[in-house]
């Protein structure tokens, strides 16, 4: 075929950036609170991230205070669980993933060529479900009822008989919550990676970084929904008193564990990826040649991605699984050290091979290589078994994964920032506070956790608040106290550099590190859309082989060079080879995601409380306002008037295609809901086998063929939406609204069958672990039922309105992602629930 | 207009039919973790159920099938990585075909990892008794 995005003649750039502008320009005053755009919200994602990493460090720093000397009353048993517990969630929930997430969102449309992330409105709400979570989550600390039971929240200590106030609460609500942020923002990446690229930019020439995301943000997709679903039914055990992880009632509290280190242990990961995309990004730039291996690097980031989803058994190898299967995790742990060897050889080599210029980003990189192999290497060791039985608990296990995260995400994040810097704000740190901060850090850091891989090795356990003198503990503790004080001091100088390089640092080049990567061909500072014409991509170094690339872009000699049409827009791509699909029309500036989002900080609020009337009304106003924005997307008349005039030859916008990013967008979701409920089928089938006496009676308390009834109901249903999209594709919207009326009646009927079967089943989930899974398997079916029943008639209002049809044909073929879903599960809880008790279950 | 050859558009190429479709990237692995989850689970539900004697040692049923199964698997994955190192050499060695090779030749190095990584955990089962 042609490419229908050709060059276009030079237009006068100051004219060009005046009519973007006023299109993507950001409002002023209270307005900016309705801003969408990826620049401003990524920038809000890592400023936010800074003040709780702030906190969290300083969290850090009594516990520090606190072990300084033996017998220290500085702090009580109380308020040092307390303090241990809100330091490790701080950094691992609100710190760690959110500013990866922010330093990507607003790297990557930049890096790709396009104009803005694909949901824009998306990263706008997970900013402030992230906002509201946190402060809600930090402000526990305040009113003194923070969670106390540690960072992964162990049951039964996190029950409500060892932990009976509201900090537990606090965790299991304020971190789902914050969860929130966390998935969209992985969705609205992988799509953005997947389908908004310049022209041409295949697979093959993806930047690292946004291959370090892509994999990240899948396995935040993949790897989120377990403890998503851990910490919904440690709620419903707190504040309903249903049996999950009670022994005394059929539940397993190794239940909790699995569940919590499915996601726990692949979320190192989650941390450590992002961080070596950065590093894969600096160390060619600073070596002045192209990365040595860059398939090999990508591989070894895919093997690794999914490898660390076969880990999970490890942080328990002290819980009593017999060998055989504690030896398959000790492989899996020895394995994943490989895909990540080939990546520091590939750095090393790259260095080895090019022109390495040494600057303050790289003095960040080459600490981060040195204390990121020593963590490395822990770890391999804490994969044997028997060392690992040795030091569990110890604090050599604190200092191991302090060198895998703060060796392994902080160094090269910091190094990162310095490297952006000049693009953030258009300004140069200053050098000699740069490499003050650096050298603080890195002897602080040091002196802080190399000796406490001996405090450990001595046998102090972790989590004490105090220890006894003459231990041999003394001289090590306050070693690491003075030492992290050293550390604090040098992250001070770096905040100070950061704070006076606004104003006094020199101004920026326009590409001051002479980089490969399109980001630095969109101004220092960028502007609101990026580039204002998108250039045809065919090189994994842009800049490099194009460095006129900055002035064709910014006089709009490439493709979509206009903006007087009044859309936000950007090219849609194939996701393998880049070639260019549609045009992509993107939502504007709104209300809806700051209004969605404080709604859901009040449900969240009204939960602590317990008051479960104010939060049903809460929830369904939140729901309304969803479907209210949903209502605004796509080809509603007020975004799409007069296309035809200014989209280039053979290009239509994505709401008159089949196949948008809304499409992946929901697969994406339903990929997300997949793992939650096999997570779900998972706790089933384990309480089952594991549980003394935990087997499931024969003849399970839904019936044989209740659900199988719903089950036809939801296929019935999928197939018509399915018929009405087959019809649609061939040219015909005859009959499509009865279509859409018929599923949403086939859906109502599937949730009147799903709320009969738990009238019936008499199930008593307070005091059977089983029925508890049960209850929640169907209110999850109901809940899943009810929204794609709802969405399949909206989609018959839009049709009759006119915003589906013909001319529209997008939204139908979404709708039927959660309906394809819905039958799935159903038809799964049939199976595993209603026939398979039947052949293995518990005779009466 | 440009002319613009589409360097991996839609449709198999006769040469290597579907070998080098995007899909080999994440395939190979994602059976990787459902053969982990179905070994790891199975010794669980058949300890429960049935577990083989003691006394037996590594030489019972459960290992001979745990073993059994991840033979099978690793040769699998090892097929795969040679069909798709097969197909990576079969693309054109030009501009157009690179992004297709790049896909093939990852596949294939990610095939190869699921074959030694299902070879590598299974490989305990030669030692150590199951149930203990």
Redesign the interface.
């Known amino acids: 075929?042609?490419?229908?995005t050709?060059?276009s003649p030079p237009r006068d750039p100051a004219r060009l950036h005046a009519e973007f502008d006023a299109v993507w320009g950001n409002p002023k005053g209270w307005r900016a609170l309705s801003v969408v755009n990826h620049t401003s919200v990524a920038r809000r994602f890592m400023a936010t991230g800074v003040v709780f990493f702030l906190i969290a460090g300083l969290l850090g720093m009594l516990l520090r205070a606190q072990l300084a000397q033996p017998g220290r009353g500085f702090m009580g048993a109380a308020a040092y669980n307390q303090a241990f517990t809100m330091h490790g969630t701080m950094m691992m929930f609100l710190f760690a993933v959110p500013i990866q997430q922010g330093l990507a969102a607003y790297l990557l449309p930049k890096m790709l060529g396009a104009r803005d992330l694909v949901f824009p409105r998306l990263g706008a709400f997970g900013y402030w479900c992230y906002l509201f979570g946190g402060i809600i989550f930090t402000s526990s600390l305040l009113l003194d009822m923070a969670p106390d039971a540690g960072w992964f929240m162990y049951t039964p200590l996190s029950s409500n008989t060892y932990s009976p106030g509201k900090g537990a609460d606090f965790w299991l609500l304020g971190i789902t919550f914050i969860e929130i942020a966390t998935m969209a923002a992985a969705i609205d990446i992988t799509v953005s990676i997947l389908r908004a690229r310049a022209a041409?930019m295949?697979?093959?020439?993806l930047p690292v970084f946004a291959w370090s995301m892509l994999i990240t943000s899948l396995m935040v997709i993949v790897g989120f929904p377990p403890l998503i679903l851990g910490s919904i039914l440690l709620e419903l055990e707190r504040s309903a008193g249903w049996a999950f992880f009670d022994p005394t009632r059929g539940g397993d509290p190794l239940l909790w564990q699995h569940l919590f280190w499915l996601f726990g242990h692949p979320e190192v990961y989650i941390i450590f990826l992002p961080a070596a995309g950065v590093v894969s990004t600096l160390v060619p730039v600073f070596a002045r040649r192209p990365l040595v291996g860059y398939?090999?690097v990508?591989?070894s980031m895919?093997?690794t991605g999914?490898?660390s989803?076969?880990l999970w058994?490890h942080h328990m190898f002290a819980v009593g699984i017999?060998?055989?299967?504690q030896?398959?995790?000790?492989?899996?742990s020895m394995?994943v050290a490989i895909?990540t060897g080939i990546q520091l050889f590939a750095w090393i080599a790259t260095l080895w091979a090019g022109r390495p210029v040494w600057s303050v980003p790289m003095l960040w990189i080459a600490g981060f290589l040195v204390i990121f192999v020593a963590g490395g290497l822990t770890g391999v060791m804490l994969a044997f078994v028997p060392f690992n039985w040795q030091v569990h608990d110890t604090h050599f296990v604190v200092a191991h994964f302090h060198y895998v995260l703060i060796g392994g995400m902080l160094f090269p994040l910091i190094g990162g920032i310095y490297y952006w810097l000049p693009h953030f704000s258009g300004r140069m740190p200053s050098e000699r506070l740069a490499k003050t901060g650096f050298w603080l850090t890195f002897a602080g850091f040091n002196g802080t956790f190399l000796v406490m891989h001996w405090t450990g090795l001595l046998g102090m356990p972790r989590r004490v608040y105090t220890y006894d003198a003459g231990m041999g503990w003394d001289l090590p503790n306050l070693v690491s106290s003075v030492f992290s004080f050293v550390m604090a001091f040098g992250i001070a100088t770096l905040l100070l550099d950061l704070a006076l390089h606004w104003r006094h640092g020199r101004k920026a080049p326009l590409n001051p590190w002479n980089a490969d990567t399109l980001e630095w061909a969109s101004g220092t500072p960028p502007v609101p859309y990026n580039f204002a014409s998108l250039p045809?991509i065919?090189t994994r170094h842009p800049l490099w082989e194009a460095p006129e690339l900055p002035e064709t872009i910014a006089a709009g000699q490439h493709a979509l060079p206009h903006a007087a049409h009044g859309r936000r827009e950007t090219l849609g791509v194939?996701?393998?080879?880049?070639?260019v699909r549609e045009v992509i029309h993107l939502p504007g500036n709104s209300w809806w995601p700051l209004v969605a989002g404080a709604l859901l900080a009040l449900l969240c609020l009204a939960l602590l409380l317990k008051l479960y009337l104010p939060a049903v009304a809460v929830a369904l106003a939140a729901v309304a306002v969803l479907l209210r924005w949903s209502w605004e997307n796509g080809a509603h008349p007020s975004a799409v008037a007069g296309e035809a005039r200014d989209l280039p030859p053979d290009l239509k916008l994505h709401s008159r295609t089949f196949d948008g990013p809304g499409l992946w967008g929901m697969g994406l979701t339903m990929l997300a809901d997949a793992a939650l409920y096999a997570s779900l089928l998972f706790g089933w089938?384990y309480l089952w086998?594991?549980v003394p006496g935990g087997q499931a009676p024969a003849e399970s308390p839904l019936g044989t063929w209740p659900l199988a009834a719903v089950t036809l109901l939801f296929v019935t249903g999928l197939w018509t939406l399915r018929r009405a999209v087959r019809r649609l594709r061939a040219g015909s919207d005859a009959g499509l609204q009865t279509h859409l009326w018929c599923a949403t009646g086939l859906g109502v009927a599937g949730c009147a069958g799903l709320l009969w079967v738990w009238a019936h089943a008499a199930l008593q989930p307070t005091l059977r672990a089983h029925d508890a899974v049960l209850s929640f398997t169907l209110l999850f079916l109901l809940l899943h039922g009810a929204l794609a029943s709802v969405l399949a008639a909206l989609q018959a209002l839009r049709m009759h309105l006119g915003h589906v049809g013909l001319s529209a044909p997008y939204e139908p073929g979404v709708v039927a992602l959660l309906w394809q879903f819905c039958t799935f599960a159903s038809a799964l809880a049939w199976v595993l629930m209603a026939l398979l008790p039947m052949a293995f279950g518990a005779p009466p | 207009?440009?002319?613009?050859t589409?360097?991996?558009?839609p449709g198999p190429d006769r040469a290597t039919g579907l070998a080098d479709h995007?899909w080999h990237?994440?395939l190979g692995?994602?059976l990787?973790?459902v053969w982990?989850c179905v070994?790891?689970?199975g010794?669980?539900?058949a300890?429960?159920v049935a577990p083989p004697l003691s006394a037996l040692g590594p030489v019972n049923w459960l290992?001979a099938t745990?073993l059994l199964l991840a033979a099978t698997c690793a040769s699998a994955f090892g097929c795969a990585a040679w069909v798709s190192a097969r197909a990576a050499r079969r693309v054109p060695a030009d501009?157009a075909g690179?992004?297709r090779r790049?896909?093939a030749?990852?596949a294939s190095?990610?095939y190869a990892?699921a074959a030694?990584?299902t070879a590598?955990?299974?490989?305990?089962?030669v030692l150590?008794?199951?149930?203990?």
């Open positions: 075929m042609t490419e229908p050709a060059s041409g295949g697979l093959h020439q398939p090999w990508v591989v895919i093997g999914f490898i989803f076969g058994v017999p060998a055989l299967s030896a398959f995790f000790a492989m899996a394995l895909p045809h065919t194939d996701p393998v080879s880049g070639r089938l086998t594991v | 207009m440009t002319p613009h589409d360097a991996a558009g995007a990237l994440v692995l994602t990787w973790f982990f070994t790891y689970g010794v669980a539900v300890c429960a290992n745990v501009a690179a992004g790049f896909i030749r990852s190095a990610l990892t030694l990584s590598l955990v299974a490989l305990p089962a150590l008794t199951p149930c203990t």
